[in-house]
């Protein structure tokens, strides 16, 4: 039996508002929630954790999902910048970052196995992990679910994000006191 993983630091149950917040943040019901890994400083959902395989049936392998608006915004920019293919090619030629990566993409199936199994997803991780930067969403997702030191590509894209952008200040449209006062 492998050891188990330490919970995650920042988890907590998600409420009826999360799944509220969610929905206006992404503008769809988010499917097969099972907590809220990380918040904004407003409350607001920043990172949830679903299930290995939705209520539907189909399997799902970003289980660390990045929602809060202002982080998806951020990630698509330096995406935009195009960091991914650098980071690629960075990647290929960098072994100690191709070990930390691929403990990332370990942790990542961990973290997903606690919750369950799906065969469809078996040994997928995501992000394009553990030898390519595909999508900074999900390494960011898993940075901020899991705390730093986890995801090397994850904790460079926050740092760089950084300067306008960090998980301590809210920017969201949408706060958990808006929907409270509205009696939501
Ligand atoms: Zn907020």
Request: charged content about 25%; glycine content about 8%.
């Amino acid at each position: 039996m492998p050891t188990p993983l330490e919970p995650l630091p920042f988890e907590t149950e998600a409420s009826e508002r999360d799944l509220t917040l969610m929905a206006q943040q992404l503008g769809r019901t988010m499917r097969g929630v099972h907590s809220i890994a990380r918040r904004c400083a407003c409350g607001a959902p920043a990172v949830v954790r679903t299930a290995p395989r939705l209520p539907d049936g189909s399997p799902f392998p970003t289980s660390l999902y990045l929602t809060l608006p202002s982080m998806v915004e951020a990630c698509s920019r330096l995406e935009a910048r195009g960091l991914l293919a650098e980071w690629t090619a960075e990647l290929e030629g960098n072994e100690e970052l191709q070990e930390s990566y691929a403990r990332a993409h370990e942790r990542y199936l961990e973290r997903r196995a606690e919750l369950g199994s799906a065969e469809e997803i078996e040994g997928v991780s995501a992000g394009g992990m553990p030898t390519r930067v595909k999508c900074l969403h999900a390494v960011v997702g898993q940075a901020l679910a899991e705390g730093p030191g986890v995801n090397p590509f994850g904790d460079r894209a926050l740092e760089m994000a950084a300067s306008d952008t960090t998980i301590e200040q809210c920017r969201c449209e949408v706060t958990p006191a808006m929907l409270e006062e509205e009696g939501a």
